[in-house]
């Protein structure tokens, strides 16, 4: 391997390791942003030689930095629309509650994308995902109220608001099926 190409793996993943630290320390004394940078440099140093990174910096791209933010948005709207719907499912009990399993295809196909959308979908207190299967290519989540039998509503409902952004994020441009 080339050693720009092993120094440019090593500062991605270091950049990505300090990142995390920052957001799980939160703290900015010069004692935790040294031991930060000690620890994402070891970290960078040992993961560096396991395969491809994603380059943070690469998220400033315009389409994809555009396809970020309003993915986050659109996350943070479900969540506290989710989160304003249990409220007031538990003050007013008498509200029927249809929960159960549900089963929900998806597009994606890279881990990634896999990841992303199991994780965004579960921040949403109404849906949390259960299982995946690779094979056919559907997440099974246990719903709060569970979506229409149809599995193109569940899909909507679920899945649909994440998956639209993936392409751009990702740069992985795929066929569009209804």
């Known amino acids: ?14 950049s ?49 930095l555009a ?15 989710a989160d304003l719907g249990l409220a007031r499912r538990i003050l007013s009990p008498r509200r029927p509650l249809r929960s159960g399993m549900t ?15 199991g994780l965004l979908t579960s921040l949403v207190v109404d849906n949390q995902i259960v299982d995946l299967d690779r094979q056919s290519g559907e997440l099974q989540y246990h719903a709060l109220a569970v979506p229409a039998s149809d599995p193109a509503a569940a899909r909507r409902a679920v899945t649909e608001p994440v998956e639209r952004f993936l392409p751009a994020i990702t740069g992985m441009e795929r066929e569009r099926d209804g």
């Open 1 to 14: 391997m080339r050693t720009a190409a092993r120094l440019g793996r090593f500062l991605s993943l270091a």
């Open 16 to 64: 990505w390791a300090y990142l995390v630290w920052l957001l799980l320390t939160w703290t900015r004394t010069a004692e935790q942003l040294l031991v930060g940078a000690g620890v994402a440099i070891a970290v960078a140093a040992a993961l560096a030689p396991l395969g491809a990174v994603a380059r943070p910096w690469s998220s400033l791209a315009p389409r994809r």
């Open 103 to 117: 089963v929900v295809p998806t597009r994606a196909g890279a881990d990634g994308e896999l990841a992303a959308i």
């Open 67 to 81: 396809a970020l933010v309003a993915l986050g948005v659109t996350t943070a709207v479900r969540v506290a629309r």
